[in-house]
């Protein structure tokens, strides 16, 4: 079985500057991949980043990073240089080596950026 | 390349009727999985399918069922539905493999008075 905690219900951030949203998991697996998501107030789910559990190097997708620490069992999103749009749910999820198709949710994070 | 189709985007249902929803995944992707998403409960795994087969469902009763036909396309099906079931439906598809990156669909919000 996998959890994910996400201990940060709402964040705020001033526009252009940096926010580090926190992710913890918990999982049995030996192999297993952890992804962030950002859901706008539309509801669409958009893939933002994803990191293996055998890579060696952080994950990066443009403004966004993936801070792993496997001893931690942390996977903590970076968001550089903030945007008015970057507003919104964020989600850290976590899949099993054998869990075809099923991901495990966090509860999510509310990202606010304020002008 | 196109993403993750879902129809309808929005439904509004009677207590007891049922109810179908439909997935195209991203041209090439093999697999489709299904969630539901409350604001009570989160997001919540509810099956997926690969070459029209069920690989892995959630813990969701037997009124939820799902398909996908040969073009990897895939319906899920709700019967007798229930205030309860008034969620977002998301679909995602992946090329099939146990790691690959899984990318989401509008979703389907689904209404039950």
């Known amino acids: 079985a996998q959890k994910i905690t996400q201990t940060q219900p709402g964040m705020f951030v001033q526009e252009k500057e940096a926010v580090t949203l926190d992710c913890t998991y918990d999982?049995?697996?030996?192999?297993?991949?952890l992804f962030w998501y950002k859901q706008p107030s539309s509801g669409e789910m958009i893939f933002l980043i994803y990191?293996?559990?055998?890579?060696?190097q952080n994950a990066t997708e443009g403004r966004y990073s993936l801070n792993f620490q496997k001893a931690r069992k942390s996977a903590n999103l970076v968001i550089s240089a903030s945007q008015l749009g970057d507003s919104a749910m964020y989600f850290c999820?976590?899949?099993?080596?054998?869990?075809?198709?099923?991901?495990?949710f966090g509860q999510g994070t509310i990202l606010t950026v304020h002008p | 390349k196109a993403g993750v189709t879902q129809t309808p985007r929005y439904l509004i249902k009677t207590r007891g009727q049922q109810v179908t929803l439909s997935c195209s995944p991203i041209?090439?992707?093999?697999?489709v999985s299904w969630y539901q998403q409350t604001p009570g409960q989160g997001l919540q795994f509810l099956f997926e399918?690969?070459?029209?087969?069920?690989?892995n469902k959630g813990n969701f009763p037997g009124r939820f069922s799902g398909r996908q036909f040969s073009n990897s396309r895939s319906e899920m099906n709700v019967s007798t539905l229930e205030l309860g079931d008034s969620a977002l439906y998301l679909c995602?598809?992946?090329?099939?493999?146990?790691?690959?990156?899984?990318?989401f669909g509008p979703g389907t919000r689904l209404t039950v008075t």
């Open positions: 995602a598809s992946t090329q099939g493999s146990p790691l690959d990156e899984q990318y």
């Open positions: 999982t049995s697996d030996p192999s297993y991949g």
């Open positions: 990191q293996g559990s055998y890579d060696q």
């Open positions: 999820a976590m899949r099993g080596g054998t869990s075809y198709g099923k991901l495990t």
């Open positions: 041209s090439g992707h093999r697999s």
């Open positions: 399918y690969f070459s029209e087969t069920q690989r």
